[in-house]
C-alpha cells in the first residue's frame, strides 16, 4: 500500500494557475501509474488526468485538455498537477491516486490507494 499526501490547492482567480503536488510513502512511485480525480460539491469524483507507470502516456479529461499537465518525479516520489487557465467549473476537491494497472486508467475502479484531496477554488 502506498500513502499519498495531496497539496498544493487554495483559492484563485480565474485564469490564475495552481500546481498540485502528490507525495508518496510507503512505496515507490515508479511501479505505480498514477491518477488525478476531482469531485465538486454534490457531484460524483470525476477523472481529470493520469499518467502511466513509465510516463510514456497520459491522458486527460476534454475539459482539461490543453490547459492541465500531469507530471511525475520519481526520484522525489511525488507527481504534480499544473493547472492553468482556471475557470469557477475547475473548483472541486482533487485527489491523486494510484494503480500497479496500466490500463482503465480514467476509471476509478482501477485505483488501490488514495489521498485525502485538496480544495481548489477558482472564484469568478
Known amino acids: 500500500q502506498v500513502q499519498l499526501v495531496e497539496s498544493g490547492g487554495g483559492l484563485v482567480q480565474a485564469g490564475g494557475s495552481l500546481r498540485l503536488s502528490c507525495a508518496a510513502s510507503g512505496r515507490t512511485l515508479s511501479s505505480y501509474s498514477m491518477g488525478w480525480f476531482r469531485q465538486a460539491p454534490e457531484k460524483a469524483r470525476e477523472f481529470v488526468a493520469a499518467?502511466?507507470?513509465?510516463?510514456?502516456?497520459?491522458y486527460y479529461t476534454d475539459s482539461v485538455k490543453g490547459r492541465f499537465t500531469i507530471s511525475r518525479d520519481n526520484a522525489k516520489n511525488t507527481v504534480y498537477l499544473q493547472m492553468n487557465s482556471l475557470k469557477s467549473e475547475d473548483t472541486a476537491v482533487y485527489y491523486c491516486?494510484?494503480?500497479?494497472?496500466?490500463?482503465?486508467?480514467?476509471?476509478?475502479?482501477?485505483?488501490?490507494?488514495w489521498g485525502q484531496g485538496t480544495q481548489v477554488t477558482v472564484s469568478s
Open positions: 499518467m502511466s507507470w513509465s510516463g510514456g502516456t497520459t
Open positions: 491516486a494510484a494503480t500497479r494497472s496500466h490500463f482503465t486508467l480514467r476509471y476509478r475502479s482501477a485505483y488501490n490507494d
